[in-house]
């Protein structure tokens, strides 16, 4: 059983940036791919960024490329996602997902998910 906790959410103005962290509580961390999604009030869950087990690949939704990054630490258990140039569309709730299949964070079926940090940028 792989625990995810996600921290770093917050209020920040248009242009600011945030720094998501999300922590595993399995030593095995690096067996794990991890994804980035977030949902808006109203809306449905929507990917946002994956990496790979190694962090040698990494995967954006074409709203965030080249404003967010995602990154991760094996030997911290941690993956970031490095949010700048914020706007007031990204406000939403941020979860992290981890599952041994990649194929599954991508597509938002990821056995392991956290509770969620929220982000809110005002315009």
């Known amino acids: 059983q792989v625990q995810l906790v996600e921290s770093g959410g917050g209020l920040v103005q248009a242009g600011g940036s945030l720094r998501l962290s999300c922590a595993a509580s399995?030593?095995?961390?690096?067996?794990?791919?991890i994804g980035w999604f977030c949902q808006a009030p109203g809306k449905e869950r929507e990917f946002v960024a994956a990496i790979s087990l190694s962090g040698g690949s990494t995967y954006y939704a074409d709203s965030v490329k080249g404003r967010f990054t995602i990154s991760r630490d094996n030997a911290n258990n941690t993956v970031y996602l490095q949010m700048n140039s914020l706007k007031p569309e990204d406000t939403a709730v941020y979860y992290c997902?981890?599952?041994?299949?990649?194929?599954?964070?991508?597509?938002?079926?990821?056995?392991?998910w956290g509770q969620g940090t929220q982000v809110t940028v005002s315009s």
């Open positions: 997902a981890g599952d041994r299949s990649l194929a599954r964070v991508l597509s938002g079926t990821s056995e392991y």
């Open positions: 399995e030593r095995t961390f690096s067996n794990y791919h």
